[in-house]
């Protein structure tokens, strides 16, 4: 079993940056991968952002240069930093954890971007 418990999100202007974190607890050898992935009011939810084996890097095309991804084994705990943050990015953020078997989903935290 793994458990997996975002945070960070918030309200932030046009142009600002948020960093979300997501603490991963439990079965953590068996994580493969973890991500984040969003979903909009009346929308499905998309992918965001992957890392695989702490290392390899996976980004949606809308979110490449603006968005990072990074994981702090000591911690067990992935990071989304969003720079340039759009109206557009307003969402609930939701992290996973990717093991042989399944995958975790965490509660999500919401993000508004909004003047």
């Known amino acids: 079993q793994v458990q997996v418990v975002e945070s960070g999100g918030g309200l932030v202007q046009p142009g600002g940056s948020l960093r979300l974190s997501c603490a991963a607890s439990g079965s953590i050898l068996s994580i493969n991968a973890m991500g984040w992935y969003r979903q909009a009011p009346g929308k499905q939810r998309e992918l965001v952002a992957t890392i695989i084996s702490g290392r390899n890097t996976n980004y949606a095309d809308s979110v490449k240069g603006r968005f990072t991804i990074s994981r702090d084994n000591a911690k067990n705990t992935v990071y989304l930093q969003m720079n340039s943050l759009k109206p557009e990015d307003t969402a609930v953020y939701y992290c996973?954890?990717?093991?042989?078997?399944?995958?975790?989903w965490g509660q999500g935290t919401q993000v508004i971007v909004s003047s």
């Open positions: 996973n954890a990717a093991t042989r078997i399944t995958t975790y």
